[in-house]
T-cell receptor, first 114, second 111 residues
Framework: DGGITQSPKYLFRKEGQNVTLSCEQN?????MYWYRQDPGQGLRLIYY???????QKGDIAEGYSVSREKKESFPLTVTSAQKNPTAFYLC?????????????FGPGTRLTVL | GQQVMQIPQYQHVQEGEDFTTYCNSS?????IQWYKQRPGGHPVFLIQ?????EVKKQKRLTFQFGEAKKNSSLHITATQTTDVGTYFC???????????FGAGTQVVVTP
């Protein structure tokens, strides 16, 4: 469980504002991921990054943006274009993104847009 | 696209009873992973199955991967209150590590 931090745990924003969620890991993992979790649903992949300075869209990337300037950090920006941003956001990392990798999750950020 | 379905969505269990949750994929999986998320928490990795027909046990938990590598199950015996949470299966089809998560089975244990 340890090694991945997300802050803050709870975040409130007004509609129309962009907001950036932080994700930091000290596991020396190459791959990092952002998921969105809604009640009664599984985790849906927003973006993923296999290596620094490279990232790919997941299944629900619209309205989100990311950067991967450092190996340890993978911040997610929820833009005003995201139609329904209120959700629980989970960041994860894995060693290399390979086929037998397991993912380690951060504690999550619960975003509420008012 | 590829989908991973889990049933049941909810499972109410009396303490001491057994139960099983099932995971089915529309496509063949390279491997399948199981995660547990406690209420208010984040998913934690439980186990990974890679081989066709593979069975793995962790104390009271038994995980199975189907022969066709399209389905999996998690069986818990003698359920305890510590088993409360949501169990997710996650299947891998790509050559890269993109997992497709099922919607999860939320388990409630009655003492």
């Amino acid at each position: 469980d340890g090694g991945i931090t997300q802050s803050p745990k709870y975040l409130f924003r007004k509609e129309g504002q962009n907001v950036t969620l932080s994700c930091e890991q000290n596991l020396n993992h190459d791959a990092m991921y952002w998921y969105r979790q809604d009640p009664g649903q599984g985790l849906r992949l927003i973006y993923y990054s296999q290596i620094v300075n490279d990232f790919q869209k997941g299944d629900i990337a619209e309205g989100y943006s990311v950067s991967r300037e450092k190996k340890e950090s993978f911040p997610l920006t929820v833009t005003s274009a995201q139609k329904n941003p209120t959700a629980f956001y989970l960041c994860a990392s894995s060693s290399s993104g390979g086929t037998t990798d397991t993912q380690y999750f951060g504690p999550g950020t619960r975003l509420t847009v008012l | 696209g590829q989908q991973v379905m889990q049933i049941p969505q909810y499972q109410h269990v009396q303490e001491g009873e057994d139960f099983t949750t099932y995971c089915n994929s529309s496509t063949t999986l390279s491997n399948i992973q199981w995660y547990k998320q406690r209420p208010g928490g984040h998913p934690v990795f439980l186990i990974q199955l890679v081989k066709s027909g593979e069975v793995k046990k962790q104390k009271r938990l038994t995980f199975q991967f189907g022969e066709a590598k399209k389905n999996s199950s998690l069986h818990i015996t003698a359920t305890q209150t510590t088993d409360v949470g949501t169990y997710f299966c996650a299947g891998l089809t790509d050559s890269w590590g993109k997992l497709q998560f099922g919607a999860g089975t939320q388990v409630v244990v009655t003492p």
